[in-house]
């Protein structure tokens, strides 16, 4: 496996983060919009359910993820291709991102719904706690044990 197919494989972890990030800020700015204008009617009638239910998915996503991560991580099974390891890596944080996605989504279609900014504050904790997750060769590193020599391959 040379090195620059590696660095390109990460890049792409590193695309693929940058294009979540991306797409929940784009639907954060635009959700903001359509509240502050009021260009969209709110409906205070799913507050109540919606004032339970926004932060305990947001409390369970965040355990959820990191939990998974967790556990799929350190059960995995040794391979002796750095390839594999990479797409290991890229699966498992593929899914903890896609958790706490749907989540932040969540969080803002509730905003939307009803123009509540306590939902806002939901979702920043959970942007946080993606941006928190971000993809790093030292993560990947340390969390799948690559060896010193296969290190010198990035």
């Known amino acids: 496996m040379n090195n620059l197919k590696l660095k390109n494989r990460f890049n792409v972890i590193y695309i693929i983060y940058g294009a979540l990030i991306f797409g929940q800020l784009i639907f954060f700015v635009i959700s903001y919009y359509l509240i502050e204008n009021k260009l969209t009617e709110t409906n205070q009638s799913v507050d109540g359910i919606f004032k339970i239910l926004i932060p305990v998915v947001g409390i369970i996503s965040m355990f959820v993820s990191y939990k998974l991560y967790n556990s799929?991580?350190?059960?995995?099974?040794?391979?002796?291709?750095l390839i594999q390891k990479l797409s290991f890596y890229l699966n498992n944080k593929i899914i903890q991102w896609a958790i706490l996605e749907g989540s932040g989504f969540l969080s803002l279609v509730a905003f939307l719904t009803t123009g509540n900014?306590?939902?806002?504050?939901?979702?920043?904790?959970?942007?946080?706690?993606?941006?928190?997750t971000r993809p790093s060769k030292e993560n990947f590193f340390n969390d799948l044990k690559v060896s010193g020599s296969d290190r010198s391959l990035f």
């Open 117 to 132: 900014y306590f939902y806002v504050i939901i979702f920043l904790f959970v942007m946080g706690f993606l941006i928190l």
């Open 72 to 81: 799929r991580v350190s059960g995995y099974k040794e391979s002796k291709e």
